[in-house]
T-cell receptor, first 112, second 114 residues
């Protein structure tokens, strides 16, 4: 089955800096890669996703890149703000199966 | 419209007792998922329902865990003879279809086994 590794486990940045979270996956058949954000005590929510037919996707201050050859994908947050502080989870799946395999999460702390 | 709801929000039970956790998915969502999240850990897949197909139970950690779903509506996750290591937040999610579609999570049930 799929295995997703996520790094780093914690990331501290100053407000305004950029943050990068990286994930690798094992199953070359995986073709869908969402990122979920979970604020303290709240439910996970989808913030961005990418399919294997594109290499990059942007939505305002966040972007995701995908390298299918190397089987890794990354989340990039620019101009970080304190409200970006949360745990971020990457995930991967072969859409034909639908069950997501999640990484263990990255706690992002943005200091004002 | 209404999101995914779960009940109870908190459950404290004694070791060895059985518990039932409930999930109400978003109306019309055919896919429903259960996850377990231990404190400070990631999301561990437990079971997945899609329409009338046989559920994918590959993530259930032991035969003490079971789940049912009535059609495309409510699901219950049952844990028999609870153990302390079952203490976690149990999250339910639903999606309109399988594959590329966003999973909407419920608020979770925090289970504490004493």
């Amino acid at each position: 089955g799929e295995n997703v590794e996520q790094h780093p486990s914690t990331l501290s940045v100053q407000e305004g800096d950029s943050a990068v979270i990286k994930c690798t996956y094992s199953d070359s058949a995986s073709n869908y890669f969402p990122w979920y954000k979970q604020e303290l005590g709240k439910r996970p929510q989808l913030i961005i996703d990418i399919r294997s037919n594109v290499g990059e996707k942007k939505d305002q201050r966040i972007a995701v890149t995908l390298n299918k050859t190397a089987k890794h994908f990354s989340l990039h947050i620019t101009e970080t703000q304190p409200e970006d502080s949360a745990v971020y989870f990457c995930a991967a799946t072969n859409s034909g199966y639908s069950t997501l395999t999640f990484g263990k999460g990255t706690m992002l702390l943005v200091s004002p | 419209g209404a999101g995914v709801s779960q009940s109870p929000s908190n459950k404290v039970t004694e070791k060895g007792k059985d518990v039932e956790l409930r999930c109400d998915p978003i109306s019309g969502h055919t896919a429903l998922y259960w996850y377990r999240q231990r404190l400070g850990q990631g999301l561990e897949f437990l079971i997945y329902f899609q329409g009338n197909s046989a559920p994918d139970k590959s993530g259930l950690p032991s035969d003490r865990f079971s789940a049912e779903r009535t059609g495309e509506s409510v699901s219950t996750l049952t844990i028999q003879r609870t153990q302390q290591e079952d203490s976690a937040v149990y999250l339910c999610a639903s999606s309109s279809r399988t594959g590329f579609y966003e999973q909407y999570f419920g608020p979770g049930t925090r289970l504490t086994v004493t």
